[in-house]
C-alpha cells in the first residue's frame, strides 16, 4: 500500500483481480473484512516499544519538530482523541500573566532603524539611499526631543545610526578588513530591530556572557566562543573589532548593555523559581485510540493558563508583530488538523499525535512539556520564532536553556523574522549543531505522504492504526540501517 499510494479498497480490488487471473475456487476476501483483519492483528503487535532512538534515550537534546496534513474527514472523528493539547479536569488551573512587548525596542523606534537599515547597502559599505536614511535619523530625534517615554531607546539607536554612516572611525581600514567590522553590525543591528522577543537574540543560556560583553569582560577568543553559541550578532562584532584592533565604540557596549538589561528583566518577570509540578500518572491508554504515542507516558498534564490560552482560530489576521508564514495548509475544509511528529538527529521518531483541527504551537509545546522529563537543548520547527514566546510565556522555567530554531529548509518563507531565529546562525558557531540533520523531519514527511490517500478515506480507528504502524516499522527499519523502497521519498 505504501508503495502504489493508493486506499485499501482499490489495493484489495488489484489483488482481487490477480486472484480472479489464476484459477482459484476461493476469491479474496472483500475490502471491509480485510481491512478489519489488517487492523486486529495490527492491534496484537507490540508496537509502542519501537518509538524513540536507543543513542538520545528518553531525553534527546536536539529535537526537530514538523506536522503533516495527514488526515481524515471531521465527521470520522471520535470524542476518545487524547493529543497532549488537551486539558482535563485534573489540569491544573495557572492565572498566569504574559509579558507584553517583549521586543528589544519599541515600535515606532524598530521602524525608524529598519528603514534605515534597509538604506544601507553591504555591497558599496555606504549609505544608498541617503534619503531614506536622513528621514530615519531625523525620526529619531524628533522622538528624543519629545523627552518621551521612548526617548533612552531612540537615542540609542540614534547613535548606533550616526555610528554605522561615519564607519566607526574605521574608515582607513582595507577594504576587506571594513567589511568584516561593518557586517556584523548590521547583522546586530537588525536583530535588535526585529519583531520577536529580546530573549530570541538574548536566549537565557547566554546571559552570563552577553553580560561580560556588555561590561567589556570579553578578552579571549574562548570567551568569545562561548558567547557565540547563543549570540552570534555580538560574538561575531567583537571578534571584527578585535581583528581590526580597533576599540569597540560605547554605543555597541551600550547596545550590549541595553539587550542584556531587557532580556534579564523579561525572564525575571516570566520565571516562576523552582515550582513543582501536580504529580500525574497517566493510565495504561491504547495509542489506537487516544491518537497519541510517545515512546514513554505522560509525567505532566497541560495546565490551563487562564489569562493566555485563547480558543483556536483557523487563521489569524497578521500584524506588525507576528511572522507572516502562517499553517496555510492545515485543518483546512472538512478534514482533520493532520498529524504531528517529532524526531531525532538519527532519524528516529520520537512521538506522534493527531492534531483534532489545525496545526499549531501548542501542539510541540504540549508534547514535550507532557512526556519528557527535561526540556531539549535545541528545537527546530518550521514555526519556531512563534514557538519560542509561546512556550517561555507559559512554562519559562523548563524551556529556559532551550534554543528554538527554524531548520534551512524553512528560513527563507520568513520574510519578516531576522536571522536570531534561524538554525544556520547558530550553525555557523556551534559544531555540535553541525552534526544536527534538520531535514530530517522533511523525510519522514515525505515518507508519510505515501499513506496521505489511504488516511484520507479511512475512519479514525482505522486512519490511527495506518500511521502509528507506519511510524513504528518506519523505526524498525531505521534501527537495522535500512530502509525499503517502499518507504522511501
Not at 487471473?21 to 480485510?34: E, G, I, Y
Not at 578578552?219 to 560574538?235: E, G, I, K, S, Y
Request: charged share 20%.
Amino acid at each position: 500500500m505504501a508503495r502504489t499510494v493508493v486506499p485499501f479498497s482499490a489495493w484489495v480490488k488489484s489483488v482481487h483481480s490477480k486472484y480472479a487471473d489464476v484459477t482459484t475456487s476461493r476469491p479474496f476476501v472483500v475490502a471491509k473484512t480485510f481491512v478489519k483483519l489488517w487492523v486486529e492483528f495490527v492491534r496484537l503487535q507490540d508496537l509502542k516499544a519501537d518509538l524513540g532512538c536507543p543513542t538520545c534515550g528518553p531525553n534527546p537534546r536536539h529535537v526537530i519538530a514538523d506536522g503533516l496534513t495527514l488526515a481524515y474527514l471531521r465527521r470520522h472523528m471520535l470524542p476518545t482523541l487524547h493529543p497532549p493539547t488537551r486539558t482535563t479536569e485534573e489540569s491544573e488551573v495557572r492565572l498566569h500573566h504574559a509579558v507584553q512587548e517583549q521586543q528589544v525596542f519599541q515600535p515606532k523606534v524598530r521602524k525608524a532603524l529598519r528603514r534605515a537599515l534597509e538604506a544601507y547597502s553591504l555591497e558599496t559599505l555606504a549609505v544608498s539611499d541617503r534619503e531614506d536614511f536622513d528621514i530615519s535619523t531625523q525620526a529619531l530625534q524628533i522622538m528624543v526631543d519629545m523627552h518621551g517615554d521612548d526617548e533612552v531607546e531612540a537615542q540609542l539607536a540614534l547613535d548606533l545610526l550616526n555610528s554605522v554612516d561615519t564607519g566607526f572611525t574605521a574608515a582607513n581600514l582595507p577594504r576587506r578588513q571594513f567589511r568584516s567590522v561593518m557586517a556584523p553590525i548590521i547583522l546586530l543591528l537588525k536583530h535588535a530591530s526585529a519583531v520577536e522577543s529580546c530573549l530570541q537574540m538574548a536566549p537565557p543560556p547566554g546571559h552570563r556572557y552577553l553580560r561580560q560583553f556588555a561590561t567589556r569582560n570579553i578578552n579571549t577568543h574562548v570567551q568569545a566562543d562561548a558567547l557565540a553559541r547563543r549570540n552570534p550578532a555580538f560574538a561575531q562584532t567583537w571578534r571584527g573589532f578585535t581583528e581590526a584592533d580597533i576599540v569597540i565604540p560605547n554605543s555597541i557596549v551600550s547596545l550590549g548593555a541595553f539587550v542584556y538589561n531587557r532580556a534579564f528583566a523579561t525572564a525575571a518577570q516570566l520565571s516562576d523559581g523552582n515550582r513543582a509540578y501536580p504529580a500525574f500518572a497517566e493510565a495504561e491508554s491504547d495509542w489506537r485510540i487516544t491518537g497519541s504515542s510517545y515512546g514513554q507516558p505522560k509525567i505532566r498534564l497541560r495546565p490551563k493558563y487562564r489569562n493566555i490560552d485563547k480558543a483556536p482560530r483557523e487563521k489569524a489576521a497578521p500584524d506588525e508583530r507576528s511572522c507572516q508564514k502562517h499553517y496555510d495548509a492545515f485543518g483546512k475544509g472538512r478534514l482533520t488538523g493532520g498529524v504531528l511528529a517529532l524526531w531525532c538527529t538519527h532519524g528516529y521518531c520520537l512521538g506522534w499525535h493527531a492534531i483534532p483541527f489545525g496545526e499549531g504551537r501548542n501542539d510541540v509545546f504540549a508534547a514535550i512539556f507532557s512526556h519528557w522529563e527535561t526540556a531539549p537543548l535545541v528545537i527546530v520547527y518550521d514555526f519556531a520564532c512563534s514557538l519560542a514566546p509561546y512556550s517561555l510565556n507559559r512554562e519559562y522555567d523548563f524551556y529556559r536553556n532551550t534554543l528554538f530554531a527554524i531548520d534551512e529548509l524553512h528560513q527563507h518563507d520568513h520574510s519578516r523574522c531576522s536571522s536570531a531565529c534561524f538554525l544556520d546562525t547558530y550553525m555557523s558557531e556551534d559544531p555540535d549543531l553541525l552534526r544536527l540533520k534538520s531535514s530530517i523531519a522533511e523525510c519522514g514527511n515525505a515518507g508519510l505522504k505515501r499513506i496521505r490517500k489511504s488516511v484520507s478515506y479511512c475512519g479514525q480507528r482505522n486512519a490511527l492504526a495506518v500511521i502509528g504502524t507506519y511510524l513504528f516499522v518506519w523505526n524498525r527499519f531505521t534501527a537495522r540501517g535500512e530502509r525499503p523502497k517502499a518507504m522511501q521519498a
